[in-house]
């Protein structure tokens, strides 16, 4: 009986019915082959974590930001600076515990502790100090910066957005700011897209151009879009656009990119079911990163539980998830820079900043547990039997860590519940021929889902799902 391909490479799309559809991609991402290819959907291994430099303040990371070719990180309560031979440098103390905002106008750099905390440190003359400019708060509790045209821009809590003086971030006039006047929302947050600053409130979001002049140089542009900001931290630079998470009113939280002079939704019905079942205050919380590597261009929203990754490119979603303590939670990966041409990362847990490598194969020597499930498949409802189904991996691939790597296979017949798993051999040093074939896999009475997982510290690459299957009684 001749084999039919099945598709792998769906990316995350788990129903509130699972039956329906329980698919999984977590530590795996869906790459589309950009020329023929022996199959033009496969699967990549996300990029595994190692350890550069460990602050001596063992908190985790708040933020990250590079100015000058240079990596800056806040962990716990202290700002570092990090050297291409990865030397961390203390710069200064920054308040607080939660997420901080970071910009620069290329010799000044400004982290801003959302509530009114600001501290400015200049890279050319090595001074860090706070902002004790009085007029810093006098239009509110600046909570979020961006940087744009000499000056940094400021979310305030009083429905206003406010900018330092030209070229300084020490110096503020109280009558120095403006409003979102198309709607009285909360304002969120700012943005600066293709040097055009947005203004992010709850509800919408509203276009300002500058326009120069002695008195206040933002004016609106008549752009207003009709989705709000839900999570400030959320919003991230993606290649040609910007993504955030957002609604409008009396809309559920989606996440959104921009289109045009419109918004265009890319969550699916599932990412937006995760969304749904959070409180106000956890969707608030969710923060972004995002970066570029292997052709890819990713964004990743940190959810509690699970961290969901858009590959602008695929057009596709996948999960990232952390092994931490034995216990498997979102993605650990707090922050990403890039700098001295790498990727680095800023930590959940504690004070280490990792190298974001693709040809490693563990998170800080630990393991990366990678799933995926594939969408159900059924004949009308009829039965079948599937005798055999094989994988096609990047064979041979086994090494010193891992001689003889193994995938296992588990079938469900209802996406709810799992028969054993079956390990098959992926093949040791050198075995490139090495097959990954499950026979004697049963009867389906209506239809059936299979899952992949691996766990072991090598290449990850599925290339192929393909079954004999037999219909009918």
């Not at 020490?170 to 600053?197: C, H, M, R, W």
Request: charged share 15%; with cysteine.
């Amino acid at each position: 009986m001749p084999k039919i391909v099945l598709p792998i490479a769906n990316g995350f799309y788990e129903s509130d019915s699972l039956p329906l559809s329980a698919q999984e991609c977590t530590n795996f991402y869906p790459n589309i082959a950009q020329a023929p290819a022996l199959n033009q959907e496969t699967l990549f291994g996300t990029p595994g974590l190692v350890e550069v430099a460990t602050a001596s303040d063992l908190d985790n990371n708040r933020g990250a930001h590079e100015m000058n070719g240079v990596p800056y990180f806040v962990v716990g309560a202290t700002l570092y600076s990090m050297s291409a031979t990865y030397v961390l440098t203390s710069i200064g103390t920054i308040s607080g515990s939660g997420r901080v905002s970071m910009a620069d106008n290329g010799t000044q750099m400004l982290v801003l502790v959302p509530g009114g905390n600001g501290y400015i440190y200049n890279h050319v003359t090595d001074a860090f100090a706070k902002i004790t400019d009085v007029d810093f708060t006098a239009n509110g509790n600046p909570q979020i910066v961006v940087y744009i045209d000499g000056f940094f821009c400021l979310t305030t809590d009083s429905k206003k957005f406010i900018v330092s003086a030209l070229n300084n971030g020490l110096s503020y006039n109280a009558l120095d700011f403006g409003t979102a006047e198309s709607d009285p929302d909360e304002i969120v947050a700012p943005i600066v897209y293709k040097n055009q600053l947005f203004i992010g409130g709850s509800q919408t979001i509203e276009a300002f151009q500058n326009i120069g002049g002695a008195d206040f140089p933002f004016q609106r542009t008549g752009l207003f879009l009709p989705k709000g900001i839900n999570s400030p931290f959320s919003i991230q630079l993606i290649e040609d656009t910007f993504a955030f998470i957002g609604s409008g009113q009396n809309e559920s939280a989606a996440i959104w990119t921009l289109a045009g002079n419109n918004v265009q939704k890319i969550s699916t019905t599932a990412i937006d079911n995760e969304l749904n079942r959070l409180t106000e205050d956890q969707i608030k919380s969710i923060y972004s990163w995002s970066y570029a590597q292997k052709g890819a261009y990713f964004v990743g929203f940190a959810l509690p539980g699970s961290t969901f990754v858009y590959d602008n490119i695929s057009k596709r979603w996948h999960e990232r998830k952390s092994l931490i303590e034995g216990s498997l939670g979102s993605y650990r990966v707090a922050s990403m820079i890039r700098a001295y041409n790498q990727i680095w990362a800023g930590d959940t847990v504690d004070g280490r900043i990792g190298l974001l490598d693709p040809e490693v194969y563990t998170e800080y020597s630990g393991q990366i547990l990678r799933t995926i499930v594939t969408q159900p498949f059924q004949d009308n409802m009829e039965s079948f039997v599937v005798p055999e189904i094989e994988m096609t991996l990047e064979s041979g691939v086994g090494n010193a860590a891992s001689v003889n790597p193994q995938i296992g296979m588990a079938r469900s017949k209802d996406g709810k519940t799992w028969q054993d798993t079956r390990f098959r051999g992926i093949g040791s040093i050198g075995q490139y021929n090495h097959r990954a074939i499950w026979r004697r896999n049963g009867r389906a009475s209506r239809f059936e889902l299979f899952r992949f997982t691996m766990s072991d510290p090598v290449k990850p690459v599925l290339i192929q799902l393909t079954a004999e299957i037999e219909v009918g009684r």
